[in-house]
């Protein structure tokens, strides 16, 4: 018996060998550096971020996630030089990388001085990019300005607070503009920044806000303002639930080329966005179920989106967003086949390399969770004392690198 039991046990054992030539699962170096690298940076601490990225760089020099945050981390430290050369290499790793590309183009070979300055916050905030704003803000303040220098500020700093979501700030610098400068208060650009700030302040404001929308919308309809009045009355019909996707779409089809298509393209993501939680509410799926109606309907939405599309910025963010849902919603709950059937569909989208470097990692990660769930479902039966060995070995052979492996290798061997 005993010679018996060491054979099957010598048996396992080669099985084992086998099943495993591949190396564990883990993570780089590199990746974990990034990871904490983003943490640090999301919370202010700029130097921390940069030194993680330096030393990462130099583990994984051809990521160009790793460069691109490192010109960041530069850029909120002040070295420009530094930040422009990060985003030089990310641009030589990745080309077409949305965020380098501008800051390259609103930096490069230019004196900073205050009209410069004015200049790359003007084309910052054209393409919606926030942080690195207050900094250059915060600079053109500290100097001696013309009163044509002082306005600018005035209207770029009411953009930055209503991209930041800081409506009472922006009315504050509005007021300031209106007492400085009560001639240029009724422009048309100072009465668009004005009727968004009021229908961001809601309350009393958020009637006055729209009604002048309306009338930009309506009366200066063959300039750029109407355009820009009215995807600003879509986006507010859209967190009403009077509108719908068709609605963005359309207005990005009739305009484009306008100068609020990042602004458009933000409300595409937004209104799928709401597809996806109307289809959250109800009751967990179950593992034979399928996509639900909603989840078709956001996708379908989503391939009209991305055509729509011209940064990879919002084209991740929404490529991020189908995959969580698909991962929380349907993965995590064993609905594999809906799960899978959501990938498919993203695979079948013509996508940005970075938003198709985001489908392949999360068909990784779907893929360990099935053989995570198929390993659960062998080791309880093993448990009720049903012979599932040889479901195991094949497990074993077929997932050599699944983060459960050593503990595959062994249940098959308490088994025996």
Known sequence: MLFSRNCRIGLVATCLLVATALPAFGASDAEQALDAARTAFDNGQFEKSRDLLVTAAQTDAKNPDIRLLLGKSYYQL??????????????????????ALRMI??????????????????????????????????????????DDQRLQLLELSTEYYLGTQAPQSALRSLGEL?????????????????????????????????????TLAKEQAESPLGPAAEIELIAFRL??????????????????GHAQQLRAQEELIFAIQQLLSDTAQGPAP????????????????????????????????LTAMIIQHLETRYASNRAFDAAGTGLKTLEAIKLMPSSQRLVVAFAKRLGVKIATAEYSDIVAKLAQN??????????????PDHPQRAAARQALLDWY
Do not use: C
């Open 178 to 214: 209106a007492v400085r400068f009560p001639e240029k208060h009724k422009a048309g650009n100072v009465q668009l920044l004005l009727a968004r700030a009021r229908v961001a302040t809601a309350g009393d404001s958020l009637a006055a806000g729209l009604a002048l929308l309306e």
């Open 78 to 99: 002040g070295e420009l030089n530094k930040a422009m050369a990060a985003w030089r290499v990310t641009l030589q790793l990745a080309p077409k990388q949305a965020y």
């Open 386 to 399: 049903l012979d599932e060995t040889k479901a195991l070995i094949a497990w074993i052979k077929n997932h």
């Open 286 to 317: 179950k593992p034979e179920n399928q996509l639900s109606d909603g989840v078709k309907s956001a996708l379908a939405a989503a391939a009209k989106a991305f055509a729509a599309m011209t940064t990879a910025s919002d084209a991740d963010a």
């Open 105 to 146: 183009d609103v930096l490069s070979g230019q004196a900073l001085d205050v009209d410069t300055r004015l200049k790359v916050v003007a084309g910052l905030l054209k393409n919606r990019i926030y942080q690195p704003v207050s900094v250059e803000l915060a600079t053109i303040r500290s100097k001696n300005l013309s």
């Open 239 to 256: 967190r009403q639930r009077t509108a719908k996707i068709d609605t963005v779409l359309a207005w990005i089809a009739k305009n484009a």
